[in-house]
């Protein structure tokens, strides 16, 4: 089939987790035949999302250009739902791709929904049914549901929330999560960027410990006690050093940096490129974070992770052994890490158990349900 031939399927993204884990379908779709990927990004976060546009080699056909700064979700949704419907009308797409739970995920597929387009959802049927943890995502993913004709749950547990939500079982197709896929290619790319954060830490026999916390419904005491959990662990294990890019967020740079900057086995860095934080993947000994994603990640490269939520909508890797839900509380956390740095049985269980999240081949499965519903669909 010719490029002219080949039917545009629009990809939709905005954040930097979105565009990590579009990446590999956006690679997948430029390699069909019978279809072919226009990429729109909204930027809900710029300066992060092109760092990852950057690292993937991708050029956006459109940019929406949302961000503000202190944008609230429902100004993230107007702007998106203002400029989005002229973009559609002008490439005509069969189908429009997006992915998870964000703002830019639930306007992108209501504003598909007005045009009559056909939506697919990538990382469908995550559920806590909490509506405040995580929030709004919780009610952003259940809301794109609705709107969704595509349905790529990453597990049978997720495809089983769909069905008990009356989605039809023809129009679910567990295929894996493609942050698998991401991770796999970013490995074998990190080139120069191997070691070049913070060279030398996770060596000679100690312990690097990546942090990653910012979750909106542990702000307050919760995230302040969490910060006292790390600062015991270092404290009472002389052989660990902690890594942890801060969010830029006040509401986590004040009680992380009261509670942590004086300790000097401690490194609050900024934020990291995706290719920094997968190199810290790679190197660190396990993983204490509250990111969805990195519970995803972490289990493919054989690195534990303990989970600073009280739910979790990724209980797989719970279930699997890849990972501890221990919620904030201070006890909680230190026992569980100590844990992990004292019992040698105990972290290899779970360095080594198997990742319920996929196999690198997501994206291709997402393009072979695509090419197979709209190839037949051709005028």
Not at 184 to 212: F, Q
Request: with cysteine; hydrophobic share 40%.
């Amino acid at each position: 089939m010719t490029q002219e031939g080949r039917r545009p399927v629009l990809v939709v993204f905005g954040t930097r987790p979105e565009a990590i884990k579009m990446a590999p379908v956006v690679r997948a779709l430029a390699s069909s035949r019978a279809l072919r990927p226009v990429v729109c990004v909204t930027e809900q976060h710029r300066e992060m999302l092109n760092q990852v546009l950057g690292f993937f080699g991708l050029e956006p056909d459109v940019r929406l250009g949302v961000m503000q700064p202190g944008q609230s979700p429902s100004q993230v949704a107007a702007r998106i739902l203002e400029r989005l419907p002229s973009v559609l009308r002008d490439v005509g797409p069969a189908a429009v791709l997006v992915q998870g739970d964000t703002t830019t995920t639930l306007a992108a597929a209501l504003a598909a929904f007005h045009e009559g387009i056909p939506v697919g959802h990538v990382e469908a049927g995550l559920r806590t049914y909490r509506l405040d943890a995580p929030f709004p995502e919780e009610m952003n993913r259940q809301v794109v549901t609705r709107l969704t004709r595509w349905h790529f749950p990453p597990t049978a547990w997720a495809a089983g929330n769909l069905e008990r939500e009356g989605v039809r079982s023809a129009d679910i197709h567990v295929v894996g999560n493609p942050v698998i896929d991401a991770l796999e290619w970013a490995v074998g790319h990190l080139g120069a960027h191997r070691d070049s954060v913070l060279p030398g830490l996770g060596t000679g026999g100690r312990k690097l410990i990546l942090v990653t916390a910012h979750r909106r419904e542990s702000f307050g005491e919760p995230f302040r006690a969490l910060c006292t959990a790390l600062r015991e662990i270092v404290e009472r294990n002389p052989e660990v050093d902690l890594v942890y890019p801060v969010h830029l967020n006040p509401s986590v740079q004040e009680p992380v940096r009261a509670v942590l900057e004086d300790l000097d086995r401690v490194h609050l860095i900024p934020p990291l490129a995706y290719w920094e934080l997968v190199d810290m993947l790679r190197r660190c000994h396990l993983v204490v974070t509250d990111s969805g994603g990195i519970q995803e990640e972490a289990p493919t490269l054989g690195k534990p992770v303990v989970v600073l939520r009280e739910t979790t909508e990724r209980p797989e890797g719970v279930k699997a052994g890849t990972a501890v839900l221990v919620g904030t509380g201070t006890a909680g956390i230190v026992g569980t890490v100590e844990g992990l740095l004292k019992d040698p049985e105990a972290y290899g269980r779970m360095a080594t158990a198997h990742n319920p999240y996929g196999d690198g081949r997501t994206s291709e499965r997402i393009v072979g349900v695509l090419e197979g519903a709209l190839v037949r669909e051709t005028p």
